[in-house]
């Protein structure tokens, strides 16, 4: 008797703990959504840009390596369209599939460049963390929650909480509601590098092989089909990297055999002489620095026009 | 299975409740099951290294129990060197190995061992411990053997501090799994707070602190002094965290059900002094070492040099077992340093009767909480650091105190906000001991509004991605 009344009096605190918390992650939730959509500059700022707003001609998706190399003003000259790169820092294949699959329900771009980089298709623990950047669109945009339920088993039990998907984000949304645009050093989603590096490139004869994780591989391959279902040109592109790498990467013999299967064109500058090796054209040995970026982008574009158009 | 993860928080409710809907008397063989799921969560294959100690310490606490003389040694030092031994070969081997290839290699030979491609098994250090200090206790007479073989197996594995402690004497634990322990809300409601504390520090402070450490610690060469400074202080706030976060998770969950673990960690960082601060620190090991080899090297009951040759030694054995590396090994000297250090300056100080100005009151105090604060960021710079060569660089960065400080806001704000609500809670568990309290208010309003708050402060600030408890890999 005692026994169940202690246990119905500890369900009662419970209860009215959780309802209490409920009431405010979702008033806290709202406010966060309301302020996080208001931003004006930021990461977070360009990929609402990416997701929602964005109608430019030449879209550029990739990571940081995207962000960093290709200058939407070259292409826009070469080509005589408009262009944003969507490119984000530290997101990848599965970051780029879902900005392109919220791009593509409302609009069709003319051209779409897919930066990919080694060891991208990578099994590993953790793998999928970088797709926080994306939680706070989960509520509103189901063509990207299969994507986002990979992030771990529980995924969709987190994100009964509507604070979950602006974790570790309110100083940075506070910032940048009013943090002037102007301010960033963003240009239509290039973000320009401005150092040099200062040690020798490095011959890496041997990497450990690494196995491919399937659901990247899938991926891939739908998001290529995305673009061609619409009848936009796409293609992928490996851009350089600063050391020499003797090894074949699995990532990049898995792109090079889809993009074949699929008739899409690979291009691969990732030991391109032009830039590798060059301690003048990288910040570090993984980004172009902005100089270099804007001479990688007519190169790329120059052999884009002439494969595509 | 991690402690800051979905699974065990479902985990933990099913087996709670299973616990008390289930009578007295089969309540062992539950905890004993689920804690064997909560250890194969990890590699369910290791689970035979530990069923292997198991029977070995179980039998050697028997056979001790039932022999007298030589023979009861014997049998002690069988459980001691099944139990070494294991870390030997899994922990060790191939730390040895390495020294070895150097070694060989310097001579111009090369080694013939191979390597050992193993992982360490998780926790193994710790209920390793545990386990020795079961036959130990039973050998010296302080502890009659158990005889109930689950429910050894259960002292062993108990899943609470299975991975990470506390390390438990058997005079502390075995006889609670024979206790009945009624549901009492008043204890189940102080052990949820508990574990609420803990999720707080392990993934609000410790896990926010791990982003700026790692990327600091990682790569020291692309790193100044004045970042690498910051980063050691915060690495000083993210063990801290870490392993007493997980140490409060631990007890919360066993005083739940009603098991009273010993307490780790009592706020360190405002000790005054080395030797105080290692009666704050991992406080269940410190008492292991001082209990089963610094005793057993002869205590204080030997001539001064041969303690303060004992104390070091102990350190040095403390470092080893953190981790199978050099920088383990120098941290552990350093401390004992540390440690000899300051007793040979307390025992001049009372010799020659000496004032020290300024040494005393508040001031006073407060310089030597930072003094020991300095000292113990300095070792955890050999803690924390990859390698002996990456700590010295480390320290040569350091000492030039220049550079810009690597730092992007919001990193820096949650960093540095999760320190101060640190600081704040212990320092007023600290200096105003029963004075007013949140989570223990009379008021619900307030009780309630805390437990939110921190609740909040998970959701808000807490990393759910990649975290691991550092003390894992010991």
Not at chain 2, 31 to 36: E, H, I, K, N
Not at chain 2, 159 to 177: C, D, K, S, T
Not at chain 2, 232 to 242: E, P
Not at chain 2, 246 to 265: C, E, H, P, Q, T
């Amino acid at each position: 008797m005692k026994f169940n009344s202690s246990i119905m009096v500890l369900l009662k605190k419970l209860f009215i703990l959780f309802f209490l918390l409920l009431v405010i992650d979702f008033a806290a939730g709202a406010v966060l959504k309301y302020f996080f959509y208001r931003q004006k500059s930021g990461l977070d700022y360009q990929t609402i840009y990416s997701m929602k707003k964005s109608r430019e001609d030449i879209l550029f998706f990739g990571s940081s390596r995207a962000s960093h190399h290709y200058v939407p003003s070259v292409f826009s000259d070469e080509f005589n369209m408009s262009a944003y790169n969507t490119g984000r820092d530290g997101n990848f294949i599965l970051y780029g599939y879902s900005v392109a699959k919220s791009v593509l329900a409302r609009h069709t771009p003319k051209l779409a460049v897919i930066d990919i980089s080694r060891k991208e298709f990578q099994r590993k623990e953790g793998g999928y963390d970088y797709l926080s950047s994306l939680l706070p669109f989960y509520e509103d945009n189901n063509g990207i929650r299969d994507i986002l339920n990979q992030r771990s088993r529980f995924e969709r039990v987190k994100l009964f909480s509507r604070i979950y998907p602006y974790n570790s984000l309110f100083p940075v949304i506070a910032l940048n509601v009013v943090r002037d645009k102007s301010k960033s050093a963003n240009i239509n989603g290039f973000i320009p590098l401005f150092r040099s590096i200062d040690r020798p490139m490095k011959t890496i004869e041997t990497e450990p092989a690494y196995e491919l994780d399937t659901f990247l591989v899938d991926a891939f391959r739908q998001y290529l089909r995305a673009f061609k279902e619409k009848g936009i040109p796409v293609a992928v592109v490996c851009s350089p990297y600063y050391d020499k790498y003797v090894m074949k990467d699995a990532t990049i013999d898995s792109v090079n055999e889809i993009c074949s299967q699929e008739a899409i064109p690979f291009l691969d500058y990732s030991q391109d002489p032009r830039f590798s090796g060059h301690q003048s054209k990288f910040d570090d040995f993984h980004h172009l620095n902005e100089e270099a970026a804007r001479e990688f982008s007519k190169v790329c574009s120059d052999s884009l026009k002439k494969i595509l158009f | 299975m991690l402690f800051n993860s979905i699974e065990f928080v479902i985990f933990f409710i099913i087996v709670t409740s299973l616990y008390f809907a289930l009578e007295h008397k089969y309540r062992w063989f539950l905890l004993l099951a689920a804690s064997c799921y909560f250890y194969m969560a990890f590699v369910p294959v290791y689970i035979l290294i530990l069923g292997f100690t198991i029977v070995i310490d179980y039998y050697a606490g028997i056979l001790i129990e039932q022999s007298e003389g030589k023979k009861r040694k014997s049998w002690l030092i069988v459980s001691l060197i099944a139990n070494i031994g294991v870390l030997a070969v899994f922990k060790y081997y191939n730390f040895l190995n390495d020294n070895l290839t150097f070694l060989l290699g310097q001579a111009g030979k090369e080694n013939p061992v191979p390597y050992l491609s193993i992982l360490l098994p998780i926790g193994l250090s710790f209920h390793t411990f545990q386990a020795m200090s079961y036959t130990i206790e039973v050998y010296r007479g302080h502890q009659k053997a158990e005889r109930n073989f689950g429910i050894y197996a259960l002292y062993v594995m108990f899943y609470p501090q299975l991975v990470a402690g506390p390390i438990e004497r058997p005079q502390n634990l075995l006889f609670q799994f024979y206790a009945k322990h009624s549901f009492e809300i008043n204890r189940v409601i102080s052990g949820l707070k508990l574990m609420l504390w803990g999720f707080f520090k392990k993934l609000v402070v410790a896990d926010r602190l791990a982003t700026y450490v790692d990327a600091a610690y990682n790569y020291p060469e692309n790193h100044s002094g004045i970042t690498l400074i910051v980063a050691t202080v915060f690495f000083a706030f993210q063990i801290y965290c870490d392993f007493s976060g997980y140490s409060d998770i631990a007890i919360g969950a066993a005083r739940v059900m009603g098991f009273d673990l010993m307490k780790n960690f009592n706020r360190p960082y405002f000790a005054s002094s080395i030797s105080e601060f290692w009666k704050r620190w991992h406080i269940s090991l410190s008492t292991w070492f001082k209990d089963y080899l610094y005793i057993s090297l002869g205590g204080n009951r030997v001539a001064v040099p041969r303690m303060y040759f004992n104390l070091f030694i102990v350190f040095l054995i403390s470092g080893l077992w953190h981790g199978a590396n050099w920088t383990y090994v120098i941290w552990g000297a350093l401390n004992g340093f540390y440690l000899v250090a300051a007793i040979m300056r307390d025992r001049f100080i009372a010799k020659y009767k000496l004032e020290i100005p300024g040494s005393k009151g508040a001031a006073g105090k407060s310089f030597n909480i930072l003094f020991t604060f300095v000292l113990i960021c300095f070792s955890w710079i050999f803690f924390r650091a990859s390698n002996v060569s990456d700590a010295f660089l480390i320290i040569r960065k350091m000492a030039s105190f220049d550079g810009p400080l690597y730092s992007t806001y919001p990193t820096m704000f949650f960093c540095l906000l999760s320190i101060i609500m640190l600081l704040a809670v212990e320092a007023k568990q600290e200096y105003f001991k029963g004075s007013f309290s949140f989570m223990n208010n009379r008021n619900p309003v307030i009780r309630y509004s805390t437990y939110i708050f921190l609740l909040l402060m998970i959701l808000l600030m807490g990393v759910f991605d990649g975290g691991q408890f550092i003390y894992f890999q010991f």
